[in-house]
Structures are given as C-alpha cells and as structure tokens.
C-alpha cells in the first residue's frame, strides 16, 4: 500500500521536473566570426571571453582639411557610449580620446587599430584592435584584441562643412558590438 501512495507522487514530481525543463532557455549560441571579412578577424589561438552592445554618441568637428587651403571636412573627435551586456545591464563604458574600454569594476584600456573593413552605407566601419595592457584587475584584464561588430549609424553628419561653421561639432548616435577576446 505504501508504494501506491509513492507512485502519484513521484509522477506528480517528475511532471513538475519536466515541465520546467521545458521552459529552460537554451544556451545562447556561442559568437562567431566565420562572417567577418578577413581583416578583422581575430588570429586563431584567442577566445571570447565577454560581448557587449554599446549605445551611444560620437562627436565630430568641422575643420579645415591638412594641406589642402579651401577645402573642409568632418573629423572624428571621439566616442561616448555605455557597455551593456547582452540583457542590457550596463556593464562599462567606451570613450575617448584616446580610446578607452572600462569596466564597472574600475578596469579599462586603450587599444591600437589594426584594420577596418566596410559595414555598408551610413554604418561606421567594422575594426578590430589589438589591446594595450589594462590598468587595474578586473574584467579588462588579459584582452588581448577587441572587435567592433555589427555597426549602426555613426558616420561623420551630412551637414555642411565649410569656412562659415569650422570648429563647429555635430553628435551622431551609433551602436556597435564590441567583442572583447583573450588568449586560449
């Protein structure tokens, strides 16, 4: 009689069990670059070891073209973004000049571009970069190489650039993945 009694139960808990199985999310799929062009590719021997979604604003300035009397452009002054995590927490910042990647937890670093490959009309390019040491321990410690990946907006303004609004800035939102890599 007593492993009558058992029987509903252990049925009623393994529905339960597999009930909320059902409702697991799956892993999110590990990053790939296999769609990268090549050029910013990080070299084999290196893993990802944090992705994050900036969201911000980039500054540019109108000034006079080097060399070349007459003639203006829009120059790239610097960006101002938050990392959020793929929830959306925030988790960091990027800023510059010159450019920086921190941490909440107080680690940041610059990095030196290596490449820059085309994102398509009116996205800034695509980048990889090879980290400098962090300062401080922490998330930045280690990265070795940081991607900028599927890039929206962000280009220089379509406004006019000339003599009459030299020293002028424009602000352009943009949001871009920055995929932070280590050695394997």
Not at 160 to 173: E, R
């Amino acid at each position: 009689m007593p492993t009558f009694r058992l029987a509903p139960l252990a049925l009623l808990a393994s529905a339960a069990l597999l009930s909320a199985c059902g409702t697991m999310m799956a892993p999110a799929p590990m990053y790939s670059q296999a769609m990268l062009p090549d050029a910013v590719k990080v070299p084999a021997g290196h893993k990802v070891v944090l992705e994050t979604v900036g969201v911000g604003e980039i500054t540019y300035e109108c000034r006079a073209k080097q060399g070349m009397a007459g003639q203006f452009e829009w120059v790239f002054v610097g960006p101002d973004a938050k990392l959020m995590d793929r929830a959306g927490k925030q988790i960091g910042t990027y800023y510059g000049p010159p450019a920086t990647w921190a941490a909440n937890d107080g680690s940041k670093l610059t990095a030196t571009q290596l490449a820059v490959a085309p994102a398509g009309t009116g996205n800034i390019p695509l980048q990889l970069v090879k980290a400098n040491p962090a300062m401080g321990m922490g998330a930045m410690h280690g990265i070795s190489h940081i991607q900028r990946v599927a890039t929206q907006g962000g280009v220089a303004p379509a406004a006019s650039c000339d003599a009459m609004n030299v020293g002028s800035k424009q602000i352009v939102k943009y949001q871009a993945d920055y995929i932070f890599w280590k050695a394997a």
